[in-house]
DNA sequence: GGTGGATAGTTTAGAGATCAACTACCCGCG
DNA sequence: CGCGGGTAGTTGATCTCTAAACTATCCACC
C-alpha cells in the first residue's frame, strides 16, 4: 500500500496517540453537539449564555466587569460586547459604568436573568449528567478534571496570542 | 453569606464533580483557542479545514461521500456544504456525482490540497504536541482518550436529534 | 408501476462570530 | 503639564454558521 496519510511521519504522534488524539477530538466535538442541542431545542438559553449567567451567579452582586467575563468564559471582548447586548436586549444582564474605572464597564444579571438560569438549570445540570457524568466512573470523571486542568494551564501559555513558532522575541 | 448560586442544590453535582466539570470546560475552551490561534495565525488552513482534508487524506482515492465526511467530522450537512464549497473555490477539494446513488457527491482532496495539507501539517502537529500531549504524562494523555471515547459513544446515544426529555415517543 | 416515506445534498435568510479599526480612559515619566 | 503606550470596551463590515425549506433520488411495498 502507497502511503497515503500524511502524518504517518516521525514529527507525528505514535499509533497510540494518535488514537488517543482523535478520540479526544471525536469526544469533545460529540459532546458539545449533544449538550448543545440539548440547550437550542429545549431550554431558552444557549449554552454560552448560560455559562455567563453562571459565572455571574456566582459573583459579589451578580456584577462582573467585562473582560473578567470575558477571561473568564474564554470569550474575545468583542464576542463578549456582542453576546452581553443581546442578553441585555433580553432584559437578562444589565450594564453600567464601573466606578474607579471610568473605561469600565460592569455587567450585573437581573431577576428576570436569575430566573431564566433557575428554569434552564435542571435540564441543563440533567443533560450533563446523562451525557457526560453518568457515562463515566466517578473516578474517571475526577481524572478527566484533573488532565483538562493540565491542558488548560498549558494551553494558557502557549495560547494568548501569537508567538509560539516566533517566540521569545525581545 | 446568602445562598447565591443557583447550582447548588441536591440535583447538581458534589463539589468535587462540579471542580471536575469546571476545568473540562475551561480545558477544552482554551485548548481550542490555542489550537486555534495558531491556525489562524501561521497556517494556512483553519483546524475543520485541516481536519476535513486529513480524513480525505486516509479514504480511498482520496474521496469521500459528502454525508460519510459530515458525520465522521461531526458536521452538519448544510455546514459542510458550505465548508466544502469555500474549499472547493480554493481549489483543495473538488466535487463530483457519486456513481450507483444519483443523489450522492463525492468530495475528493486534490493536489493543491495535498499540498497544503502537507504545508500546514507540520505546524498544526506541533502545536498539538506543545499545547495537550507534552503537557500530559503519556499515560494520562492515553487516559484522556480511553475517557473522551466513552463521552462520545454516550454523547451518541443522547445526542442525535432530540429526545431524551421527550424520549420514547413512538 | 406508482406512491409514500426515507436519504443526500443544496439553498437561503437570518443569527452569530471574527477582525480590524476606533473611542475613551488610565498611568508612568520626562 | 503632556506625551506615549497600554487597557477597556464598542462598532461595523465581513465571514461563517444555523435552521428550515426545497430538489432530487432511492427503495419498499402494495
Given at each position: ?6 502524518e ?38 444557549s ?5 455567563l ?8 452582586e ?5 473582560s ?7 470569550l ?11 442578553m ?58 484533573r488532565?483538562?486542568?493540565?491542558v488548560?494551564e498549558?494551553?494558557k ?7 509560539g ?6
Open positions: 500500500m502507497a502511503v497515503q496519510t500524511v504517518q511521519q516521525d514529527l507525528w504522534l505514535t499509533e497510540e496517540q494518535q488514537g488517543s488524539w482523535r478520540h479526544y477530538l471525536e469526544g469533545t466535538a460529540r459532546f458539545v453537539e449533544a449538550l448543545g442541542a440539548v440547550h437550542d431545542r429545549t431550554l431558552d438559553l449554552l454560552g449564555e448560560y455559562s449567567l453562571v459565572q455571574l451567579s456566582e459573583a459579589p451578580l456584577t462582573m466587569r467585562m473578567t467575563l470575558a477571561d473568564g468564559l474564554v474575545s471582548r468583542s464576542r463578549l460586547t456582542h453576546t452581553v447586548a443581546r441585555e436586549s433580553r432584559g437578562l444582564v444589565e450594564r453600567r459604568a464601573a466606578e474607579g474605572d471610568r473605561r469600565g464597564v460592569n455587567c450585573t444579571m437581573t431577576d428576570a436573568g436569575r430566573a431564566a438560569l433557575e428554569v434552564a438549570a435542571p435540564g441543563h445540570v440533567a443533560a450533563v449528567r446523562r451525557i457526560m457524568v453518568d457515562a463515566l466512573e466517578p473516578e474517571e470523571f475526577a481524572t478527566l478534571g488532565i483538562m486542568a493540565k488548560a498549558s494551553s501559555l502557549s495560547g494568548g496570542t501569537e508567538e513558532l516566533t517566540a521569545h522575541c525581545d
